[in-house]
């Protein structure tokens, strides 16, 4: 690929395929051209771009011809599987590509020119979901100043989804920065809950909510639109809790309410526990149901109710992950799925021109688009792989 607006000190320009000279946006204008905040709308045609494509695929079932919308990116995360960034693996070890920057050795974090020269190879994206598996993407020093980059490159909608614990240190420049959404993961409503369902300190229950009601407070004095989203986690003895979630993330006067589905999160992907909810449950339903039907209906918040899960989901076929997006690490390690280190494959790597295309993304779309196939054990666990009710 050649890289013209960011090429990176140490890939060489004849390893990389990919080209940016298709791209409208990139070919047409400097970074510096690009207004921030730019509307979804904007985005429409990438959508249906990419509603056709997707369908089109299932049907042939061969290699889309396009490129991934989504990003997943954990800018201080690195693939265990793949050891540290201050060695080099050994099946690599003789890959002239596989050198890591001094800096990313030494901070263990992806840095700015790292994120431009990612995203030259990423030219279609509309979203970024910057986020962590180990640690949060507030430990990255750069993160804000990667968020206006790709807001001025072509307005790209950025999410972050942190443990809110390091919010303070990092206020001003959060507000300052075109981020749309940040996910605050305060997992209950209540100390205990907080620390039942986490395994986190009970103490940390307090200085989490006060960030919350802080960064509430300070967005709202400078009327900065960011959204402010609270994550909460329902397991089988909590899930009665959830009128109460609602009131309770209403008087913080946040924007919305994710509550997600208790399963064990995993290197090799979600499992389902004894206190994961499925829809066979009595009563667990109607109960939803009702919910949606009365606080959910009538808040002014943004809710989403907890996905229940089947318990039998081998024949479960709805996840578009590999149809649609990538995740990357702070390596430059690609993984077709954002919720497990998917990277056996010596096409791993952001910058190789079949990245989207490689083994690892075609067998998991074979799983996808064939009914034969063996649903993976992590997409017979995940809420991703259940239909939309
Ligand atoms: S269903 Fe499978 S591929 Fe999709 S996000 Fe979940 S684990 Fe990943």
Redesign the pocket.
């Known amino acids: 690929m050649k890289s013209e607006l960011h090429p990176h000190p140490e890939i060489p320009a004849q390893t990389l395929a990919r080209t940016t000279d298709k791209h409208p946006v990139l070919s047409a204008a400097t970074p510096k051209e690009r207004t921030p905040r730019l509307s979804w709308l904007h985005q429409i045609p990438q959508r249906l771009k990419l509603a056709l494509q997707s369908l089109q695929f299932r049907q042939a079932q061969s290699a889309p011809n396009y490129e991934p919308l989504h990003l997943y990116l954990s800018p201080a995360d690195l693939n265990p599987q793949l050891g540290t960034a201050t060695t080099t693996p050994k099946r690599y070890a003789t890959n002239p590509v596989n050198t890591f920057s001094k800096r990313l050795a030494q901070t263990q974090r992806m840095d700015l020119d790292s994120f431009r020269f990612m995203l030259d190879q990423l030219p279609e994206l509309v979203s970024i979901e910057f986020f962590g598996h180990q640690h949060d993407p507030l430990e990255t020093p750069e993160l804000f100043e990667m968020m206006k980059y790709a807001a001025r490159l072509n307005g790209t909608v950025t999410t972050l989804k942190t443990h809110g614990l390091l919010l303070p240190n990092r206020w001003h420049e959060l507000l300052a920065s075109p981020l749309d959404t940040v996910v605050i993961n305060l997992i209950g409503h209540k100390p205990s809950i907080y620390s039942l369902i986490s395994g986190r300190p009970l103490n940390e229950f307090m200085p989490l909510l006060n960030n919350i009601q802080a960064l509430v407070q300070q967005r709202n004095a400078v009327h900065s639109p960011l959204k402010i989203v609270l994550r909460m986690i329902v397991d089988v003895h909590h899930v009665k809790y959830i009128p109460e979630m609602i009131q309770f993330a209403e008087s913080l006067g946040v924007e919305g309410l994710q509550l997600d589905n208790f399963v064990k999160m995993t290197p090799t ?2 499992i389902k526990t004894d206190r994961t909810l499925y829809r066979d449950h009595p009563g667990f339903v109607e109960f939803l149901q009702q919910i949606q039907d009365t606080q959910v209906s009538s808040s002014r918040l943004q809710i989403t109710l907890p996905v229940l899960l089947n318990r039998d989901m081998a024949t479960h076929r709805y ?1 578009e ?2 149809f649609t997006t990538i995740s990357v690490d702070a390596q430059f390690n690609v993984s ?5 280190y998917l990277s056996a494959d010596p096409i791993h790597k952001i910058w190789h021109s079949q990245a989207f295309n490689s083994v690892m993304y075609q067998n ?1 779309r074979t799983h996808f688009s064939t009914p034969k196939s063996t649903v ?1 054990l ?2 017979q666990n ?1 809420a ?2 259940m239909p939309c009710s």
Do not use: F, M, T, V
Request: with cysteine; charged share 10%; hydrophobic share 25%.
């Open positions: 992907g979600p996840c992950e590999a077709a799925c954002s919720q497990q998991l993976p992590a997409c995940c991703k792989n």
